[in-house]
């Protein structure tokens, strides 16, 4: 063995020493037999000269001047930095002050200098520079630069800062609890804005967070550590700091969000340690959701952990607690007097009155006339619970907890109300459609917080057999026709959305097509159910058209604007009406496009716009209509991409990802605006190339690729994924094409159409995305010839 390799042994045994109690580090190291004694004695001399010295040892990389023959010293300078002294080293590398020299300004800055990376993870970590640079935020050290140098080893510029890191701090004076859950705080903070850009930390610990002499908290090597971690075994590092990776990781596998989450549970538990008072009962169940064995039944998201963790702060019921849905309601319902002068107040005023609710129960055993009154009194307050006062709390951020108690309570009251021997037909009739109306909740995988599509098919079953029963004793019972439609609606839209199953859905939307048809024939339609035939017609047509039936789609869209037009003249559309024609709108527009009449499809997209517009003059901005808005923008930024109208694409595409900001706002645990902020900045890249903003296209693209790879990598067999990632190649092939990167397009293109047999050997391939292969297909055989 050379004396480099020796070095490297010794110095990578040391950070496994260094990771011991400091008493027991000289014996951990005597009894690794395994280990060549030269190699031992050479690690004891570190530690020896730790001791002697009083220093913290230089670990790992190559010790500048101490690690003998076959270390290669740091250069004096990095383009335009000069390295001025060594502020520490460690596994990955060694970490230098440094200051620029070339320039009208003076900046000192830290630079970190890595170890040799094998080609695969060095091309990663240019890949990760691009992205850690974007990330701008006050509780993260920022990236400014980064390189190789001569020989190879990748080097990062970052932000200098002096201060300690957060377990030193705590050891060093009395920090109490509120400060240190703001400190808590602010790394939630930096870790749920990092995981919007697709980023995740990957050795999360006291030690990768410091605290500037300022008071600033700031998160530390950022995303560089799990990259590293993907070395192999021999070569890597570490996989993370003891007692805060989690067991994944250990085991070898990704970290991602979910390691994340597991360590910010980790950490939790070190912030609240060693107090003088017991950690509360919440923080404990937080710790315990967030660092559960399994990921996937830890947080979703830090966003969802953050959350819950804010709920603690303000004395609400935490979601890891879960106590009773009453218990909550009285805390949430205590903590906010009706006195409030907001549109809140409109809903709490409904919420309030559940809590006469058991009451009333009660009280209604006390005499007939009055005990009938005051059932149909409840009856419909636990309707109203279900429906209307969810519905305005839907348009309320923040109130996450009240909408779970609300659906919650409702089903238990209506529940207790159908088993009553007053219940009659009509009640049965709706328990059903709060069956389907909590169905719909649970089975929106936009909501995050409440998503549970197991949970919504066994409330629609319930559904099913109560309004399939009563349409058996009265099958022209408009109400039942009405709820059985819009219950074949959503599992239609489950189907065909959720599942990938165009078949399917497709049969469970006509159904519900003809149940709306044969309610409608007792006369005009109710809005809300209206706008859910039309959108039902609509979806037909969509189906129709991804399956290449083209004229059917086009006749049966004639016919959903017809069918608004017989039901509703044009000075009678409310705001519900008109966001469902721009819908429509937006729908054919979308079809005009692939059939090549982008003027017609542009014309569309104005209208549908200006429908919103007018919808949101008579209405409200919420969640829903920045979503209708941002995609009507998309839409037309890809139109006129396609006429060549670059700078009016970028607009669009710039507009479209503003307004999906504004909606992450209001629900910032939203998967499809997450997958929207990626999509659309990715397909941005595409006039960006046009107009030759190269760097700013590839730039654009990255985050998305990461985000597709990390959900395809959970769920390969996932439809969705693949046909995410199949679009993101071919975006990244069209690049190549604009600058000129003949192989680099080829190469894109086979990784593409590798996605596309994925989806055509499932059955996933749709009609329409296997035309518009075609000519790629051609064009790489061409490449391959």
């Known amino acids: 063995m050379d004396s480099s390799e020796r070095e490297r042994q010794a110095l990578d045994i040391l950070d496994l020493a260094l990771q011991q109690p400091e008493a027991e580090q000289e014996a951990f190291v005597r009894n690794l037999d395994v280990v060549p004694e030269d190699v031992r004695n050479r690690v004891l001399e570190l530690l020896g000269w730790r001791e002697e010295s009083g220093t913290d040892i230089k670990t790992a990389g ?13 250069p004096a300078q990095l383009k335009a930095w000069k390295l001025t002294g060594m502020i520490g080293q460690g596994g990955m590398g060694a970490v230098y002050k440094g200051e620029r020299w070339i320039g009208d300004f003076d900046q000192t800055v830290a630079i970190k200098l890595l170890r040799r990376l094998s080609p695969t993870l060095a091309e990663r970590l240019r890949a990760e520079r691009q992205t850690l640079a974007r990330l701008s935020h006050p509780n993260i050290r920022q990236l400014f630069d980064g390189g190789e140098t001569e020989d190879g080893r990748p080097y990062i510029v970052m932000e200098y800062l002096e201060g300690q890191p957060l377990h030193v701090l705590f050891e060093g004076r009395d920090v109490q609890l509120e400060e240190r859950l703001d400190f808590y705080d602010a790394v939630l903070d930096a870790i749920q804005y990092a995981h919007r850009f697709g980023v995740a930390h990957g050795d999360l610990s006291p030690a990768n967070i410091l605290v500037t002499d300022e008071g600033v908290l700031k998160v530390i090597d950022f995303g560089i550590s799990e990259t590293l971690a993907e070395e192999p075994a021999e070569e890597s590092p570490s996989l993370g700091t003891a007692g805060f990776v989690a ?77 009773s849905a009453l218990l909550r309601f009285s805390r949430f319902a205590g903590r906010h007097p009706l006195s409030i002068g907001s549109s809140f107040a409109g809903a709490l005023v409904l919420i309030a009155a559940l809590a006469i609710i058991s009451t009333l129960f009660v009280r209604a055993q006390t005499a007939e006339a009055e005990a009938i009154r005051r059932y ?123 599942e990938s199953d165009r078949e399917g859905g497709k049969a469970l939307y006509q159904e519900a097509e003809t149940l709306f048809t044969r309610a409608r024939e007792a006369g005009p339609l109710p809005e809300e159910h209206l706008v859910s035939l039309l959108m039902t017609k609509r979806t037909i047509a969509d189906i129709d058209f991804r399956e290449g039936a083209r004229d059917e789609a086009t006749t049966k869209m004639e016919e959903t604007f017809a069918t608004l037009g017989e039901e509703i003249p044009e000075d009678g559309l409310t705001p519900a009406l008109l966001s469902t024609r721009s819908n429509m709108l937006r729908t054919r527009a979308r079809q005009s496009i692939l059939k090549g009449e982008t003027e017609s499809a542009i014309a569309d997209l104005d209208a549908a716009l200006a ?23 998309w839409r037309r930024a890809y139109a006129y991409h396609q006429l060549g109208q670059s700078e009016k694409s970028i607009e669009d595409y710039e507009q479209a990802i503003a307004l999906n900001d504004r909606r992450l706002a209001i629900e910032p645990d939203s998967e499809d605006a997450q997958y929207n902020d990626r999509s659309w900045s990715a397909e941005l890249s595409l006039p960006l190339g046009a107009v030759g903003r190269f760097e700013e296209a590839a730039a654009a693209l990255e985050p998305a690729g990461r985000w ?66 075609e000519p790629f297909r051609q064009q790489l055989a061409a490449c391959e010839s």
């Open 611 to 633: 429908d919103l517009v007018h919808a949101e003059e008579q209405g409200k901005e919420t969640a829903e209509t920045l979503r209708s808005r941002s995609i009507i923008h």
């Open 247 to 323: 067991p994944e990781r250990e085991a070898g596998r990704p970290g991602g969000v979910p390691g994340d989450i597991y360590s910010l549970g980790k950490l939790l538990a070190f912030i609240t340690d060693d107090m003088d008072a017991p950690r509360p009962s919440d923080l404990g169940a937080i710790i315990d959701k967030a660092t559960r064995e399994e990921p996937s039944q830890r947080y979703a998201s830090a966003s969802s952990l953050r959350e819950d963790f804010h709920r603690y702060r303000e004395a609400r019921a935490v979601e890891a607690s879960d106590p």
């Open 62 to 74: 190559a010790l500048i001047d101490e690690a003998g023959e076959g270390a290669v010293s740091a």
């Open 376 to 498: 149909d009194a409840v009856r419909s307050l636990a309707r109203s619970v279900l429906f209307d006062v969810y519905d305005e709390l839907k348009g309320i951020p923040r109130t996450e907890d009240a909408k779970q108690l609300v659906t919650e309570l409702g089903q238990q009251y209506l529940n207790d109300l159908e088993t009553d021997p007053r219940a009659d037909a009509s009640l049965r009739r709706e328990v059903a459609e709060g069956y389907v109306q909590l169905g719909s909740i649970l089975g929106d995988s936009n909501k995050d917080f409440f998503y549970d599509p197991d949970r919504a098919k066994e409330l629609w079953t319930e559904a099913d057999a109560r309004l399939t029963a009563i349409l058996s004793e009265e099958p022209q019972n408009r109400e039942a026709l009405l709820a059985l439609a819009r219950l074949r609606q959503l599992q239609g839209q489950t189907a065909y959305i959720a």
């Open 708 to 773: 597709y790879e990390a959900r395809h990598a959970e769920a390969p067999d996932d439809a969705r994924y693949q046909r995410n990632l199949l679009v993101h190649h071919f975006q990244i092939s069209e690049l190549h094409r604009q600058s000129g990167d003949a192989e680099a397009r080829c190469g894109e293109l086979a990784a593409a159409l590798s996605y596309a047999d994925m989806m055509e050997a499932s059955g996933a391939l749709a009609n329409e995305d296997a035309q518009a292969l």
